[in-house]
């Protein structure tokens, strides 16, 4: 049953992880202006973490999914998780309305609301949760790990 | 806790050159490394 679950958080992490990573590098300069938006970085570090971090979310988002190193990515996405929560709540608290920008342009295409708001927060800490629920279930059921561990004997 | 540590460095050093490898390649790549503009060069604000 632990093992079901885990692997039903890591289809959902993985999967909206590496859409969101996708969507991001797609259109890079609306993600530069958004970290912009959020007043948080210097304007040094704005284009590389502009860079960098879709790249990392879609990383991290397929090793989920495929269940290769998905622990250690659980772990990393929970803590970026709660950067992101820090970084909404850090607007929230200084009453500056915001694109979240955690879907990028797939946001405007779906027509999802992406603001950094309550929802925003709830969602994000529902992440951090299955994050770590992947992280502490030791199970390797539907994971490419498991099947190399194995020596494709499955 | 040390394998841990090991992967999360091999993972964060893979994207990162993933995203500065495609974003050189990319020909709507950012800049990086670009210097300010001398404010006498600076384009006037209605042309931004």
New interface residues.
């Given amino acids: 049953m632990v093992s079901l679950i885990a692997v039903f958080a890591r289809i959902i992490i993985g999967a909206i992880f590496l859409i969101s990573g996708l969507a991001k590098i797609s259109d890079p300069g609306r993600f530069i202006l958004t970290l912009r938006e959020f007043r948080l970085f210097p304007e040094v570090i704005v284009p590389f973490t502009a860079i960098w971090l879709p790249w990392l979310e879609l990383l991290l988002g397929l090793c989920v999914l495929v269940g290769l190193l998905h622990r250690t990515s659980a772990l990393i996405l929970a803590c970026l998780n709660a950067g992101f929560l820090a970084a909404i709540l850090s607007v929230i608290v200084r009453g500056i309305e915001v694109d979240c920008g955690c879907f990028g342009m797939l946001a405007d295409m779906l027509g999802l609301p992406d603001m950094a708001d309550m929802k925003a927060v709830v969602r994000n800490v529902v992440f951090i949760g299955l994050c770590l629920l992947i992280f502490f279930s030791r199970k390797e059921a539907l994971s490419l790990e498991g099947y190399i561990r194995q020596g494709g004997k499955r | 806790m040390k394998r841990?540590l090991r992967?999360?460095m091999?993972?964060?050093a893979?994207?990162?050159a993933?995203?500065?490898l495609?974003?050189a390649a990319s020909p709507?790549?950012?800049?990086?490394n670009r210097k300010p503009l001398p404010a006498s060069q600076e384009a006037p604000v209605e042309a931004r």
């Fill in positions: 841990i992967e999360a091999v993972l964060i893979l994207s990162l993933m995203a500065l495609f974003n709507t790549g950012i800049k990086l």
